[in-house]
């Protein structure tokens, strides 16, 4: 069809080297053996072959496959994002040789202090800290923060001879990172203020109890304190009507003896 396709592939999503064979035969020769059958093939080349007549071509598989790589050549766009961080960037490029000899390499280099603070403003709109000077701050400190790093990995190279790398994706990383911590952070807060109010709730309930307590406690002893005076009214007449007994009983047995 002629329609130009781009195959974009980090490195992040290279879980096998093996991988990179293939990627490196497409680069070098735009061709990867046995990657398709040969009914496959004749379907490919019976698709091309009234534009490949066009094209002067002659009608022999080979001629044929040369007229399809060329196509693919010309039409599939191959683009590898790499992170030049650690050994691995240079272990694979050592294996293969494509990665770096049939590619334009396009090297991008530190962002300056306007474009860190515009990114970070641009990935915090939609997080809720406040108002535009308040984003404006924390942007600006992202920035700092990022570019101090920068400015420690280079003393760091000049005394230790090893390298620090600090790229954009690590700045990207700042920032998510940032995000997650603060939705942590909320979330803890959250909890922490939902525990204090059924605490506060709890207490509330409790000193309300405790007044309804104290109310019948007070009502309570006042029952008692007339329980009280009537049982020591009952007791006093009690010992009344039994000293009367004592002396009636004392009468009968004299007359009794009489």
Request: aromatic content about 8%; glycine content about 4%.
């Amino acid at each position: 069809k002629g329609q130009q396709i781009t195959f974009l592939l980090t490195d992040a999503q290279i879980v096998d080297d093996r991988w990179l064979v293939y990627i490196n035969d497409l680069l070098s020769s735009g061709y990867i053996p046995d990657l398709f059958s040969a009914e496959d093939k004749d379907g490919i080349f019976s698709s091309l072959r009234n534009e490949a007549k066009a094209a002067g071509v002659p009608d022999t598989r080979v001629a044929m496959q040369e007229f399809f790589i060329n196509k693919v050549r010309a039409n599939l766009h191959v683009v590898l994002c790499f992170s030049p961080v650690g050994e691995l960037f240079r272990v694979r490029c050592r294996k293969f040789p494509g990665l770096i000899n049939c590619t334009a390499i396009d090297w991008f280099h530190s962002w300056p202090r306007e474009a860190l603070v515009s990114v970070a403003h641009r990935f915090l709109l939609d997080v809720d800290i406040g108002d535009d000077e308040m984003h404006k701050n924390i942007a600006e400190h992202m920035a700092h923060v990022h570019l101090s790093v920068n400015e420690a990995s280079e003393r760091y190279k000049q005394i230790e001879r090893r390298y620090n790398y600090t790229t954009p994706k690590s700045f990207l990383e700042l920032i998510s990172y940032y995000k997650l911590m603060l939705a942590k952070k909320r979330a803890n807060l959250e909890k922490q203020i939902e525990r204090l109010e059924k605490g506060i709730t709890v207490l509330q309930k409790t000193q309300s109890d405790v007044a309804e307590l104290k109310e019948d406690l007070t009502v309570t002893l006042a029952r008692v304190e007339e329980k009280s005076v009537a049982t020591d009214e009952l007791i006093a007449k009690t010992g009344v009507e039994k000293s009367k007994v004592k002396e009636q009983q004392k009468l009968a047995q004299i007359e009794e003896e009489q």
